[in-house]
């Protein structure tokens, strides 16, 4: 069998302090971010985020702390994100579209010591008496606190000082199983992914990469860094939108564009255009594009197609394809070793599927571990490796092929949910009795999600009701598209819910889509 790694460079030494630092000194008038109509070079981003890390320390926030990040996409988010680096603070980013149970638990498990926060989510933050002792408020500039009190501050850095294993962030993931847990993320792993990033890409300094994605994906965080690495520049939009998405990559010059999973089927169905090829894009490039789309993707856009595989865990590609077969996700990086294993961790054969298994050639790049949660963290670990909970086949020639879940996690538009997150809302209805999630195809790509319910004996349960009653104790992605009532649940001997045996047709549940009801964001 042919095996190989795709070379890629090491990770340098330099913390993400100094190399900002290093970059507004070697180029401080090249553009580094557009967002609008505004341009922002490296010395306006790095003077602004050390004037946010002074003003950050002024105020009470030391070195290790835990500090949430709930904004927008906006550049001071980026600003945000590079000031809690430099002041070696511990940086939680919080998904803006969470509220009640799943926002609490984030809080809960991760327990910041402060925040940084939109007021536009304050609301959202009550409801969960989410309270902390230093809350930076973006957008409220009669408290105290206020994020824009920062301007006020020297522009000279903070001068912390940094080690490349020094933990910056706690990435929530549902890991194999169950509830969120925060990935502890170090200096050194923060800019592997964005190493692996530009391998897969190859951009020349001043290409311009499109970023969408919201910043607390840590994809969108990884392709930031690429360009503070690779020395390209960032066009910012506000949120993803299908109707805009080629005019927005136009109007900014994008050369290469970002996509998950359900970015491609959802380009794909937008009425085609004249103006289709009218862009500067060459590569588009992520993660999880159906194989069947890659070869109508390219080329009705015109663009090269490039996958690759990676996970929270550990750093955002560990296989990259830049020109392997169409649909593989390729060979591992330099940086990892893989295993497809079976049930009892024994290698599996050729083309045959296996839980994907990851080792770490380099030091400092294997999974790091959970935030204080040792037990998730030793149930994820076979020795050296961690067993990622997802799918894998390999062909002769040594390339990798993504082959599904193995895991109790859904992914739905571009998002990782935790089925147990679902389950627990819809468990506290005084009508139900126990609940099951499960993942069914959709027709762009990734899950749609049916939920099983055995009701409390005596009750009948409108759908619909349900679903409204859910609303506002769920984000939108996390809300059901089908409801299915069960009179009991097939179960292990342990009564354990056998998710395997539930059906996952959806032509007898009830649907969201088909009831007519729009779910607000």
Same mark, same amino acid.
């Given at each position: 069998?042919?095996?190989?790694?795709?070379?890629i460079?090491?990770?340098?030494?330099?913390?993400?302090?100094?190399?900002?630092?290093?970059?507004?000194?070697? *180029?401080?008038?090249?553009? &580094?971010?557009? &967002?609008? #109509?505004?341009?922002?070079?490296?010395?306006?981003?790095?003077?602004?985020?050390?004037?946010?890390?002074?003003?950050?320390?002024?105020?009470?926030?030391?070195?290790?702390?835990r500090?949430?990040?709930?904004?927008?996409?906006?550049?001071?988010?980026?600003?945000?994100?590079? /000031?809690? $680096?430099?002041?070696k603070?511990?940086?939680?980013?919080?998904?803006?579209?969470?509220?009640?149970?799943?926002?609490?638990?984030?809080? #809960?498990?991760?327990?910041?010591? *402060?925040?940084?926060?939109?007021?536009?989510?304050?609301?959202?933050?009550?409801?969960?008496?989410?309270?902390?002792?230093?809350?930076?408020?973006?957008?409220?500039?009669d408290?105290?606190?206020?994020?824009?009190?920062?301007?006020?501050?020297?522009? $000279?850095?903070?001068?912390v000082?940094?080690?490349?294993?020094?933990?910056?962030?706690?990435?929530?993931?549902?890991?194999?199983?169950?509830?969120?847990?925060?990935v @502890?993320?170090?200096?050194?792993?923060?800019?592997?992914g964005?190493?692996?990033?530009?391998?897969?890409t190859?951009p020349?300094?001043?290409?311009?990469?499109?970023?969408?994605?919201?910043?607390?994906h840590?994809?969108?965080?990884?392709v930031?860094?690429?360009?503070?690495?690779?020395?390209?520049?960032?066009?910012?939009?506000?949120?993803?939108?299908?109707?805009?998405?080629?005019d927005?990559?136009?109007?900014?010059?994008?050369?290469?564009?970002?996509?998950?999973?359900?970015?491609?089927?959802?380009?794909?169905?937008?009425?085609?255009?004249?103006?289709?090829? #009218?862009? %500067? !894009?060459?590569? $588009?490039?992520?993660?999880?594009c159906?194989?069947? @789309?890659?070869?109508?993707f390219?080329?009705?856009?015109?663009?090269?197609?490039?996958?690759?595989y990676?996970?929270?865990?550990?750093?955002?590609?560990v296989?990259?394809?830049?020109?392997?077969?169409?649909?593989?996700?390729?060979?591992? @990086?330099?940086? &990892?070793?893989?295993?497809?294993?079976?049930?009892?961790?024994?290698?599996?054969?050729e083309?045959?599927?296996?839980?994907?298994?990851?080792?770490?050639?380099?030091?400092?790049?294997?999974?790091?571990?959970?935030?204080e949660?040792?037990? /998730?963290?030793?149930?994820?670990?076979?020795?050296?490796?961690?067993?990622?909970?997802?799918?894998g086949?390999?062909?002769?020639?040594?390339?990798?092929?993504? *082959?599904?879940?193995?895991?109790?996690?859904?992914?739905?538009?571009?998002i990782n949910?935790?089925?147990?997150?679902?389950e627990?809302? &819809?468990?506290?209805?005084?009508?139900?009795?126990?609940?099951?999630? !499960?993942?069914?195809?959709?027709?762009?790509?990734?899950?749609e999600?049916?939920?099983?319910?055995?009701?409390? %004996?005596?009750?009948?349960?409108?759908?619909?009701?349900?679903?409204?009653?859910?609303?506002s104790?769920?984000?939108?992605?996390?809300?059901?598209?089908?409801?299915?009532?069960?009179?009991?649940?097939?179960?292990?001997?342990?009564?354990?819910?056998?998710?395997?045996?539930?059906?996952?047709?959806?032509?007898? *549940?009830?649907?969201?889509?088909?009831?007519?009801?729009?779910i607000?964001k």
């Open positions: 069998m042919s095996y190989t790694h795709i070379d460079d090491p990770v340098p030494e330099e913390s993400l302090s100094s190399l900002l630092d290093r970059r507004a000194q070697e *180029a401080p008038d090249t553009t &580094f971010l557009q &967002f609008k #109509e505004q341009k922002y070079s490296l010395r306006e981003i790095n003077e602004s985020v050390n004037r946010l890390g002074n003003y950050l320390l002024a105020q009470g926030v030391k070195p290790g702390d500090v949430a990040v709930m904004l927008p996409n906006h550049p001071d988010h980026i600003l945000t994100l590079f /000031a809690l $680096a430099k002041v603070a511990v940086r939680i980013p919080v998904n803006i579209h969470l509220k009640g149970a799943a926002l609490k638990h984030v809080f #809960e498990s991760l327990r910041p010591v *402060a925040m940084i926060a939109d007021a536009a989510y304050s609301t959202n933050l009550d409801d969960v008496s989410v309270s902390l002792p230093i809350t930076f408020w973006r957008g409220n500039a408290d105290s606190f206020a994020f824009e009190n920062y301007k006020q501050y020297e522009a $000279a850095s903070p001068g000082d940094i080690g490349p294993d020094d933990i910056l962030a706690l990435t929530p993931s549902s890991g194999t199983t169950g509830a969120p847990k925060g @502890l993320k170090s200096d050194r792993t923060l800019r592997a964005p190493q692996a990033i530009l391998r897969l190859q020349d300094p001043g290409d311009v990469f499109l970023l969408w994605e919201s910043l607390h840590g994809a969108g965080v990884a930031v860094i690429s360009a503070l690495i690779g020395g390209t520049t960032l066009a910012m939009l506000e949120r993803f939108s299908a109707s805009r998405f080629w927005d990559a136009k109007r900014y010059g994008a050369t290469h564009i970002h996509y998950l999973g359900t970015v491609v089927p959802m380009l794909l169905k937008q009425p085609p255009k004249t103006s289709d090829r #009218e862009h %500067s !894009v060459k590569i $588009a490039w992520g993660g999880g159906p194989p069947h @789309l890659w070869d109508d390219s080329k009705r856009f015109g663009v090269e197609m490039r996958e690759g990676g996970l929270s865990e550990m750093i955002t590609f296989t990259v394809n830049p020109d392997g077969p169409k649909g593989s996700v390729g060979k591992p @990086l330099d940086y &990892f070793d893989i295993q497809l294993l079976d049930d009892n961790g024994d290698p599996v054969k083309g045959q599927s296996g839980e994907i298994a990851i080792k770490a050639r380099v030091p400092g790049l294997a999974f790091l571990g959970y935030f949660n040792p037990e /998730a963290e030793h149930s994820s670990r076979r020795g050296d490796w961690f067993c990622t909970g997802d799918l086949r390999q062909d002769s020639d040594g390339f990798y092929y993504y *082959a599904g879940r193995k895991k109790d996690m859904l992914r739905r538009r571009g949910i935790s089925a147990w997150e679902v627990r809302v &819809f468990a506290e209805h005084p009508q139900v009795e126990e609940t099951a999630l !499960v993942g069914v195809p959709s027709d762009i790509g990734e899950d999600l049916k939920l099983f319910i055995r009701p409390k %004996s005596g009750s009948s349960i409108d759908p619909l009701l349900l679903i409204k009653w859910s609303e104790r769920l984000p939108y992605f996390q809300v059901p598209s089908y409801i299915e009532f069960i009179d009991a649940f097939p179960k292990t001997a342990t009564q354990r819910i056998q998710k395997k045996e539930l059906s996952l047709d959806t032509h007898q *549940a009830w649907s969201l889509e088909k009831s007519g009801y729009k607000g």
